[in-house]
């Protein structure tokens, strides 16, 4: 591996977000005088599928609810997006442990750094200027989020879109997810990972990963960049 850049997934991974899309989803169902809920334990379950649209799609489905018609759930999800993306306005959002000193380490040595996400870009937006006060592209080299790519995680698709925008190969970066279908979409795309699994994804199989770690703290890459 002759490394160049490392490619972070979002949610879970560069911080423990999945309680504020909840939180979010649950407002926007209030928000349109419906009486949804979405528990932990039903979150946590529903989360298996990536994509807030593609996620009330599925509880539409599993919870009988298919007189609501996809318009509605795509209004639903963008009163979603306007929730969440209050709330990371509005509150402190921390990084997970290691992540900001493995950014700057990165830029330290030169390399490259990117978001491969499922998350729509305002959410991506939202983080960044909560956390760093910068645009996406003011902090990373590449991002690529959300309906920007056909299929979502486990496809290949978004870190092949990411490794596009780098001008990189897959075996020129290294992938960080905290979740299985991360893990998965970033090995189709022919990338290492290592995984940081977060609050929803504790008992997942992270089968593939190169390492598996309870953060990023003391994480140093370096050895990986001159493994052969
Ligand atoms: C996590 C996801 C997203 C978020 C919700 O993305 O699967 O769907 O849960 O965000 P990742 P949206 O871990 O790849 O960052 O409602 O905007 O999809
Ligand atoms: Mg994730």
Redesign the pocket.
């Known amino acids: 591996m002759t490394l160049r850049a490392l490619i972070f ?5 560069l911080a423990e ?2 309680e504020a ?1 909840r939180a979010a989803f649950n407002a926007a169902f209030h928000q349109a005088g419906l009486d949804w809920h979405w528990d932990r334990a039903t979150y946590g379950r529903l ?1 298996t599928t ?4 593609e ?1 009330l799609a599925r509880y539409r489905a599993e919870a009988g609810l298919d007189f609501v018609d996809p318009e509605t759930l795509a209004r639903l ?1 963008k009163l ?2 306007a929730a ?1 993306t209050r709330m990371l306005a509005q509150g402190a959002l921390a990084l997970r442990p290691g992540v900001q000193a493995l950014i700057d380490q990165a830029r330290g040595r030169g390399w490259g750094l990117a978001l ?5 870009p ?2 991506v937006e939202a983080l960044c200027l909560a956390v760093w006060q910068k645009r996406p592209l003011q902090m990373f080299d590449a991002v690529a989020a ?1 309906d920007e790519v056909a299929v ?2 486990p496809a290949p698709d ?1 870190y092949r879109l990411a490794l596009e925008r780098l001008g990189l190969r897959p075996d020129q970066a290294l992938a960080f997810e ?2 299985r ?2 893990v998965l979409s970033a090995r189709a795309a022919g990338l290492e990972v290592i995984v940081t699994p977060s609050t929803y994804t504790m008992a997942e199989d992270f089968s593939g990963a190169a390492r598996i770690l309870p953060d990023l703290a003391g994480f140093d890459p370096e050895p990986m960049a001159q493994a052969g």
């Not at 997934?9 to 991974?13: K, S």
């Not at 990536?50 to 649209?53: A, C, D, S």
Request: glycine fraction near 16%; aromatic fraction near 4%.
């Open positions: 997934d979002v949610d879970g991974t977000t999945e899309h989360l990536t994509g807030g649209k996620r999800h979603k997006t969440y491969a996400t499922t998350t729509s305002a959410n959300g979502k995680k978004v905290d979740s279908n991360g």
